[in-house]
């Protein structure tokens, strides 16, 4: 188990203005976005897949043939509104997306349907993908809440994920058991996090290095 996350004055500093900025962008967007070429429908209080890094890092990722040569069934832990396992989807995959929000399942629903992807999707309302079955998944994925701070609203458990991480980690923690032992796993985090974790056998598949933090894919295989 990691230790609870000891951040330096600069760490705690970019956390609180990263916190504010996210926050307010979950609080105030637009409802009706398009992304990747899918029209997507995100109530206030669902995190808007555009313009975050790691949600086009994770896309990119998705829409690339390596990760997808033996699947048959993939699984989004804490999947929004839906638009990463449309991505997946749209590749004739069927894919699950869970999420512990009733409002973000009922959109994502919605936006399987309005982008004629709802033959090849399931959502279901579920905590950190804890209905689904031991060994069932050939791709799990997620981009978690994985700042190291304790949610204080709902708005907050959208990036916020507790101060040891003890969210993120139960998202993991799930994601390997629902994993076929060969299967895939990539998951969103950011060097923040990263400081406190120790991911044995993740490597880092993609990253993108801004003024706040740096996001990194990592990818586990078998």
């Known amino acids: 188990m990691p230790r609870p996350h000891t951040a330096s004055i600069t760490d705690r500093l970019r956390l609180n ?20 070429r899918l029209n997507l429908n995100v109530p206030n209080g669902c995190f808007p897949p555009k313009y975050t890094v790691s949600t086009s890092l994770l896309a990119s990722l998705l829409e690339q043939d390596e990760h997808f040569e033996t699947v048959n069934v993939a699984l989004e832990i804490g999947c929004g509104v839906g638009v990463l396992t449309l991505i997946v989807a749209r590749r004739g995959i069927y894919t699950i997306g869970v999420d512990i929000s009733e409002d973000c399942i009922a959109s994502a629903v919605r936006n399987s349907r309005e982008n004629l992807l709802d033959t090849l999707t399931d959502f279901v309302v579920c905590e950190s993908g804890k209905c689904i079955r031991d060994n069932s998944i050939d791709i799990c994925f997620t981009n978690p809440p994985y700042l190291p701070i304790t949610p204080k609203d709902i708005i907050d458990y959208s990036f916020a994920g507790g101060d040891s991480l003890e969210i993120l980690l139960d998202i993991l923690e799930n994601c390997k058991r629902i994993t076929k ?31 706040f933090d740096t996001v990194y894919v990592l990818k586990k295989r078998g």
């Not at 307010?24 to 976005?33: A, G, L, P, Q």
């Not at 985090?189 to 974790?197: E, G, R, T, V």
């Not at 056998?201 to 993108?208: E, T």
């Open 181 to 211: 032992k060969d299967g895939c796993i990539l998951l969103a985090i950011n060097d923040i996090a990263l400081k406190s974790l120790k991911l044995e056998k993740f490597k880092k598949a993609a990253y993108h290095k801004s003024l």
């Open 17 to 36: 203005l990263i916190r504010l900025l996210l926050k307010f962008y979950v609080m105030f967007h637009w409802e009706k976005i398009s992304f990747r």
